[in-house]
């Protein structure tokens, strides 16, 4: 008796997640769809979706401005040396989509690193791919995140500790390879929108240039006090440390 009511209990559960499932909410509203010609997914946004995202976009550039954020636009795409340099090729390789070749000649010369790029098949049967040797670092590959293009503005022009903190933020469109068996509507999609927020939060003071310290206080405006620079960097690396380790 139990089993069955907990049964019925599941089933009207799993009903009423059904009625709010973003699938057939987008599909029946209006939304948003998806094209097999255009590829598994990517969400296309119909007019009214198109309209709700701008309104939430609106009403965030509205906060960011309150915050001091200032708008950036990046690329859509990037070099792979850029990724290595911010780490970020070594750790979502897996999940990028393959490297663009500049020009023939070039394509010609790094032959054997595009057909490194070997073709196979998930549990799925869908196709995709892994690296079988390192393509060149002047190649091209569309952007999985925005922040290593938001570094290469800061460091743009020198900057003083009076800049600090620095903020900058975009809607940016990135694009990742998910596994056909990951995506799941617009909540895990290949391509998507991200509001990407850098703050640059180092502050520094005349006081505490003169004395060798520094007021350290993250992102979340939690305030860490002052401490000398040599332990500011050990906590950094060691954070850094830490961070890997996890990874």
Same mark, same amino acid.
């Given at each position: 008796?139990?089993?069955?009511?907990?049964?019925?209990?599941?089933?009207?559960?799993?009903?009423?997640?059904?009625?709010?499932?973003?699938?057939?909410?987008?599909?029946?509203?209006?939304?948003?769809?998806?094209?097999? /010609?255009?590829?598994?997914?990517?969400?296309?946004?119909?007019?009214?979706?198109?309209?709700?995202?701008?309104?939430?976009?609106?009403?965030?550039?509205?906060?960011?401005?309150?915050?001091?954020?200032?708008?950036?636009?990046?690329?859509?795409?990037?070099?792979? /040396?850029?990724?290595?340099?911010?780490?970020?090729?070594?750790?979502?390789?897996?999940?990028?989509?393959?490297?663009?070749?500049?020009?023939?000649?070039?394509?010609?010369?790094?032959?054997?690193?595009?057909?490194?790029?070997?073709?196979?098949?998930?549990?799925?049967?869908?196709?995709?791919?892994?690296?079988?040797?390192?393509?060149?670092?002047?190649?091209?590959?569309?952007?999985?995140?925005?922040?290593?293009?938001?570094?290469?503005?800061?460091?743009?022009?020198?900057?003083?500790?009076?800049?600090?903190?620095?903020?900058?933020?975009?809607?940016?469109?990135?694009?990742?390879?998910?596994?056909?068996?990951?995506?799941?509507?617009?909540?895990?999609?290949?391509?998507?929108?991200?509001?990407?927020?850098?703050?640059?939060?180092?502050?520094?003071?005349?006081?505490?240039?003169?004395?060798?310290?520094?007021?350290?206080?993250?992102?979340?405006?939690?305030?860490?006090?002052?401490?000398?620079?040599?332990?500011?960097? /050990?906590?950094?690396?060691?954070?850094?440390?830490?961070?890997?380790?996890?990874?």
């Amino acid at each position: 008796m139990f089993e069955h009511s907990n049964q019925q209990q599941q089933q009207q559960q799993l009903a009423e997640v059904q009625k709010i499932d973003q699938r057939k909410l987008g599909r029946e509203l209006g939304l948003f769809m998806f094209s097999p /010609e255009v590829g598994a997914g990517l969400p296309l946004w119909l007019p009214k979706g198109a309209v709700l995202r701008q309104t939430l976009e609106r009403f965030e550039q509205q906060e960011q401005s309150k915050r001091g954020y200032l708008p950036v636009v990046t690329p859509h795409i990037g070099k792979i /040396e850029m990724y290595k340099m911010s780490g970020h090729w070594y750790k979502y390789r897996d999940s990028m989509y393959p490297a663009m070749i500049e020009n023939a000649a070039q394509q010609e010369q790094s032959s054997q690193a595009s057909a490194a790029w070997m073709q196979t098949h998930d549990s799925c049967g869908s196709p995709v791919y892994s690296i079988n040797a390192e393509p060149g670092d002047n190649d091209y590959v569309l952007k999985p995140m925005s922040c290593p293009h938001h570094i290469q503005i800061y460091k743009n022009e020198l900057r003083s500790y009076r800049d600090l903190p620095l903020r900058l933020a975009e809607f940016g469109t990135v694009y990742r390879y998910e596994q056909s068996g990951e995506l799941n509507g617009v909540l895990r999609s290949r391509s998507f929108t991200q509001v990407q927020k850098i703050p640059y939060m180092l502050i520094v003071g005349d006081k505490e240039m003169a004395e060798q310290t520094v007021s350290v206080r993250l992102r979340t405006n939690e305030n860490l006090g002052d401490m000398p620079v040599a332990s500011f960097i /050990e906590r950094v690396v060691g954070m850094i440390k830490t961070k890997s380790k996890e990874l």
